[in-house]
């Protein structure tokens, strides 16, 4: 069963996010936190093969503080229209949207958070700020910008070798600042669990998606 819900944050914000649940009892619930391309069909996707999995799963439209309905195409255009929305957005109204999503989710368990690009960083702050059970971020460009906050909760990074969104100088910065945080670098490029990007890399995703669901059935369920 998959479909869009409604959701409402603590500031009184109402939104809307694509759940998909597992056939059985869940295992517990997962956050998916969108790239800058919105809620698209990846990001379903995304959202359904965890439920697949046995999670509870709910995907918030993190954009609809801005506009409603936004799933945008992996070009040059639609990449130029995310940044724009993710910094119009800012980081506090993304963090209460995910807290919204948990809050939905905790009849089904312990809830995690997993997050792609710029929903990786938005997964880092979720870890400092909120009161979940764990969070794995892919290739988070901006984490640096909040290295300095702590994660309360146990947390996996996954990062591109060769992303040039990222330098590896920052992944250093990470790993000094965090020694107890595993970081898993990987011979690819940024984007590389969407088959949709140009540095998709199955083999790298496939082996990131081992880790993570490791990572979960240790802190999830």
Request: hydrophobic share 50%; proline share 6%.
């Amino acid at each position: 069963m998959a479909g869009m819900i409604e959701l409402t944050a603590a500031d009184g914000h109402v939104l809307s996010g694509w759940r998909a649940d597992p056939e059985g009892a869940p295992k517990g619930g997962l956050v998916v936190v969108q790239e800058v391309f919105g809620v698209n069909p990846h990001v379903q996707s995304v959202a359904a093969s965890f439920a697949a999995e046995g999670y509870a799963v709910v995907a918030p439209a993190l954009f609809d503080r801005i506009g409603r309905g936004v799933a945008l195409d992996y070009t040059e255009a639609g990449l130029a229209r995310g940044r724009e929305l993710r910094v119009a957005l800012g980081w506090d109204g993304p963090v209460a949207d995910v807290a919204a999503a948990a809050a939905v989710l905790k009849p089904a368990g312990r809830v995690g958070v997993v997050g792609y690009c710029w929903g990786g960083s938005v997964a880092w702050l979720a870890a400092a700020r909120l009161e979940v059970a764990g969070a794995v971020c892919y290739y988070g460009g901006q984490i640096i910008q909040f290295v300095e906050e702590k994660p309360k909760v146990p947390v996996m990074l996954h990062f591109g070798e060769t992303d040039a969104l990222i330098p590896l100088a920052d992944v250093d910065r990470i790993r000094a600042a965090h020694p107890e945080v595993p970081v898993h670098l990987y011979p690819a490029g940024h984007g590389f669990n969407c088959a949709a990007r140009p540095d998709y890399h199955p083999e790298a995703a496939r082996l990131a998606r081992t880790r993570t669901l490791a990572f979960f059935a240790e802190h999830v369920g």
